[in-house]
């Protein structure tokens, strides 16, 4: 159990609001595993419809956005974790631009070279 309502992630940061962009395996499973940790932080989740639905009625998430509203949903985080494919990743880091307020960490699943 987080004795802490916030997570504290990257040598000793606090987040208080965190952006998970990519509700698949990888990152939902990072979104529950932070929930039944006792996280008590606003986790706001980035992905198709269906997902963000599925991600909701397990409470995984206290917010949903597509894709598309990508700016929109990394508005009032200080955290995003980027999940996925390391194509899609690398988009998203291109859509989201420099902001100095944000920290970014990505997680992905191992690739090989192309």
Do not use: C, Q
């Not at 940790?37 to 980035?46: D, E, L």
């Not at 990394?74 to 100095?100: M, N, Q, W, Y």
């Amino acid at each position: 159990m987080i004795d802490s309502p916030f997570v504290v992630l990257l040598i000793g940061m606090v987040f208080v609001a965190v952006a998970i962009v990519g509700l698949g395996l990888i990152g939902g499973s990072l979104a529950l595993a932070w929930r039944r940790a006792g996280y008590r932080g606003r986790i706001v989740g980035v992905s198709r419809s269906e997902t963000l639905d599925e991600a909701l009625a397990l409470d995984a998430i206290d917010e949903g956005h597509p894709y598309e509203d990508l700016s929109a949903a990394t508005r009032k985080v200080d955290l995003v974790v980027l999940a996925g494919p390391i194509s899609a990743i690398l988009g998203h880091i291109e859509r989201l631009g420099a902001d100095p307020r944000l920290s970014l960490i990505h997680i992905s699943e191992p690739t090989r070279p192309y």
